[in-house]
């Protein structure tokens, strides 16, 4: 058990925060009437709206916390492109062809963040040092195998699997089978990213209101009505950024989108010795437990940062702090002594085919359910749905006629997750 010393003054923010917490930035003057609003300032819809502003459009982002205030400003601000039903998966679920366009994009929203991220000069700590996804069991070890098998037949993804002897470049630890180790991914620091794509859309002239909720939808002769907690907006266009955080405003997605928590840890400072030796290369690491763990240093190189779902049933955060330090301290038993000094939750969101979603319906617009992936994919999506209301011929993707599926036995209460996650945990247990 991690003693209770190890938490005093454990601060229940985000880590991100205290170097970029998400701000009111006061809006003067608002207009009433725009070409599109979009209800979500995290990063799908502040990215949609930057395109929407380039291309000329009047567009405003209504955001009832802050800018970024979601999952946009908490993750773990990993760049990724593995989808999770994998290229094999993709194939038998939309055939090869199918299957194959669907992975490129998932490979282009990440050469799509750093070119915007380069474009609209956002400071982020973006480095692209790679990500290692290690193995728990041998098994899963050979699942990884046949996927990455298929990647480098099918597309030309800088990756290798690595042995049971063969990571120490990528992590410090024993417990592993080998793993996956990608060259052309890595990561950023999520609440400077989701200021800087605020400001450049403010800077490209879109208005952003905050703190302002969307109530109520209704359809006009000429677009829709929004009833907000602020001014009434009306928009020709609308596009729904709500991921995680959608609840009841749009039934479509809510009955489609599955809300999940996800709890992250910072350490406290620690040696830049001590990290460096334990993370050498400074890549972003995610494991292959069913309940699984990422983990990561921080931008400067001085804690730790871990992150994975640490309860079945709602706990504390003191509690999920020290059942997230139990984890930490079973992949480095160095860190057993350290303490935690944040810790937090936010929200991501899941469809029931296990992949993001864009599209419309009814003529409102909507991109979601990154899967707990989308520090790419959400920049990426929002920007195509953004091309896609604009009726540009780029914002077709491969994405756009897969099934965004409900099931008859779920209106948005998630209840079947508990017993789902014990299921998960008795599969990392017994390691199937
Ligand atoms: C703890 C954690 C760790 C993660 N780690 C990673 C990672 O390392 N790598 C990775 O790729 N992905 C990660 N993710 C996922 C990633 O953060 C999300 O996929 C991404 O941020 C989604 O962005 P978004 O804009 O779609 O949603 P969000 O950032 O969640 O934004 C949605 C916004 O909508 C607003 N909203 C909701 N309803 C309304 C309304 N009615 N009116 C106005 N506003 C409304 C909310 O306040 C919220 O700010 C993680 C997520 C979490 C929670």
Redesign the pocket.
Known sequence: MASDDHFEGLKGIPFWWEAAAPENIPFSNPGTRYDVAV???????LSAALTLAKAGHSVVI????KP?????S???????NLLKPGLNGLIGMYGQEKGIAVYKEALASVAFIKQRISEEDIECDLTMNGRFYPAVQRSHLASMTQDFEARQKHLNVPEEMVGPADYAEDVDSAIYKGGLRQHHTGGLH?AKYASGLANAAIRAGATLMVP????KISRTSDGFTLKTSGPEIKSRQLLI???????A?FPFVQRRVIAIG???IATEELSENLVTSLFPTKRMITDTRKMLS?YRPSPDGKRILL?GRPTVFQASPLQQAKALKRRLTSIFPQLKTSAVSHVW????AYGFNALPTIGQHDGIYFA?G?C???????GYL?HKAALQILDHPDGETAFDDLPFEDRIYYNGTPWFLPPAMIGYKIRDYFGY
């Open positions: 209800i979500g300032g995290g990063y799908t819809g209504l955001e009832s916390e970024g205030f979601g999952a946009s908490r993750n773990g601000g990993m760049i990724g999520p302002v909720r969307a109530e950024a709500t991921n995680g955080y959608s609840g405003l996800s709890t992250m990422y992150g939750s936010g929200k991501v979601m990154y707990g992936s989308g520090v790419a994919m959400s929002g």
